[in-house]
């Protein structure tokens, strides 16, 4: 697996990822930004998510148009994570209006009956894991790759870039053919 590279604009990073952030700057500063207001499909946290990073990714100056589907999806991961925590940990209002967190895992009974089906005992089987964990796990790990995708983040773009100034790689219309400009 190729390695991510770093981008930067801090003076206090190195000279080369700074160079690099630069470079993809220049590269790219013909491509459209990234729009602001969220699509209209995107509800609740998902909304808010994106609200709260596409302003700050803009200002770096290296998230383009093209970088919209993976900010989407990122967006929609962070709301299903959330959904998840919220199960686990805190709970929904039932109709009491008391919250009951479900946790990480439920008891399981098994009940003993007698010939005539009355129940005389119950045995303690074991645990079963939330549902809702599988789905943190999964969207956490979702959220990650997403953030990491090859060719559809801005590090991407720039370690293309970096193969291109080298003669080995695409070009710059190349990539903005292969994202849409």
Request: aromatic residues 6%; glycine residues 6%; positive net charge.
């Amino acid at each position: 697996m190729v390695r991510q590279v770093k981008l930067t604009t801090n003076p206090k990073d190195r000279k080369d990822q700074r160079e690099r952030t630069e470079n993809l700057i220049t590269q790219t500063k013909d491509m459209s930004k990234l729009q602001e207001s969220p699509p209209r499909h995107l509800k609740g946290i998902a909304n808010y998510v994106w609200k709260r990073i596409v302003p700050e990714l803009n200002r770096q100056g290296w998230l383009k148009q093209s970088d919209k589907l993976i900010v989407e999806q990122l967006c929609s991961q962070v709301a299903i994570y959330r959904e998840a925590y919220q199960h686990i940990f805190v709970g929904f209002p039932n109709k009491k209006g008391d919250c009951e967190a479900e946790g990480i895992q439920t008891p399981i009974y098994k009940h003993l009956q007698n010939s005539a089906g009355e129940i005389v005992g119950v045995d303690f089987i074991g645990y079963k894991v939330n549902p809702a964990v599988k789905t943190m796990d999964s969207a956490a790990a979702k959220i990650k790759t997403l953030s990491e995708a090859l060719g559809m983040t801005p590090s991407s773009r720039a370690q293309l870039l970096d193969i291109s100034d080298d003669g080995k790689g695409v070009s710059l219309d190349d990539l903005q053919k292969m994202f849409g400009s």
